[in-house]
């Protein structure tokens, strides 16, 4: 007898198919879906827990700051491989409100590029402001490892939650860049700063070219200190290259003859100036004076180190200055440390004048 055949049926055969291929269909597009959050700008950057929900949520400062200091020197890189290429594609902003070019460079671009995606990829819900416009036809999506280094876990020992929609992050990819554009490197820095609800409260400053990194955070630590001592009778006086000269003349009126003026470039190096750095190329400076507009970023990470180590970043009239809104403040600034600052704003009550000269 012939041995019994097993028939199978077509249909049955194109039922198991279809089952077979609907599986593989939902493997495939999980999968799929899978790497493409990965790599996308979503609130779970790296596949992390994300740092905000929906809604906004909140935000960890001490993870902020980790993400500002990796922005600042990921920024600070590019700086400096743009200066020592020789090729900066130097250009022209217009003119500053003093008449003077407002320069930009590949630096400024490629440093702002970075610093931006770093931190817009690991905190999708908070507002940044930049110095430099952001083209979407450039985005990255760069990946921070959500690893925070053991400096700051050392001084900010537990997370400090606040609410993404209170947070305001300022950035300058590049300050100082006329200095950077005649190879004055020692002015040239990254700057990140975080404000809530106004009030600077994290900032770093990096130097490029001598990889030193100051960051603080007020109520939480800082790896940068004040000096042991300041000289408040003849100060020596940190300004811009460009406002020496006014300054000078209202700054040995009310100082006396012995007061020293240091010309230098970019408000993060005028602020180490009254630091204790241990930069070789860093000069000291017992007070900080501007005399004219200057913009947000340019200043708020250097108030919020001083802030943080005791001291105080003003309009040159004493007001506090608020990191909302407009990108900019008319009134001039006053920096100390360790210092009577409301002495000293009193001291000088016409430098805004002449500013305006």
Request: hydrophobic share 40%; charged share 25%; with cysteine.
């Amino acid at each position: 007898m012939a041995p019994m055949g097993i028939r199978l049926s077509p249909l049955g055969v194109a039922v198991f198919c279809l089952l077979g291929l609907g599986v593989l269909y939902h493997l495939y597009s999980g999968f799929l879906a899978g790497r493409f959050s990965l790599f996308g700008l979503s609130s779970e950057p790296g596949g992390g827990a994300g740092p905000a929900a929906a809604d906004g949520g909140t935000v960890d400062l001490r993870e902020m700051l980790a993400v500002s200091v990796l922005a600042a020197v990921r920024g600070g890189d590019e700086v400096r491989r743009v200066r020592e290429s020789n090729v900066l594609h130097e250009k022209s902003k217009g003119k500053t409100r003093e008449g003077a070019e407002d320069k930009m460079t590949s630096g400024d671009v490629l440093s702002n590029r970075k610093m931006f995606y770093l931190l817009k990829t690991a905190f999708p819900s908070v507002q940044i402001n930049t110095e430099e416009h952001v083209d979407a036809a450039d985005q990255e999506v760069i990946l921070w490892d959500h690893k925070i280094p053991e400096d700051i876990l050392k001084e900010v020992t537990t997370p400090k939650e606040v609410p993404a929609e209170s947070v305001t992050v300022w950035i300058d990819p590049l300050d100082a860049t006329q200095e950077y554009t005649e190879d004055l490197r020692k002015y040239v820095t990254t700057m990140v700063c975080v404000a809530v609800n106004g009030k600077p409260v994290l900032g770093v400053i990096h130097k490029p070219f001598s990889e030193y990194t100051a960051w603080a955070m007020v109520d939480g630590g800082s790896n940068v200190k004040a000096r042991s001592s300041y000289n408040e009778k003849t100060p020596r006086i940190v300004v811009s290259r460009s406002h020496s000269g006014m300054v000078r003349q209202v700054a040995l009126q009310t100082f006396g003859n012995q007061t020293t003026i240091i010309p230098a470039g970019g408000a993060g190096y005028k602020v180490l100036a009254l630091l204790d750095v241990p930069d070789k190329s860093q000069e000291k400076a017992d007070l900080y004076i501007h005399v004219t507009y200057i913009k947000k970023w340019d200043i708020c990470a250097g108030n919020a180190i001083l802030k943080a180590l005791g001291g105080h970043m003003t309009t040159l009239s004493g007001e506090e200055i608020s990191y909302t809104g407009s990108d900019g403040i008319e009134g001039g600034l006053l920096a100390s440390i360790r210092m009577n600052h409301q002495a000293l704003v009193r001291k000088l009550p016409d430098l805004e004048k002449t500013g305006h000269k």
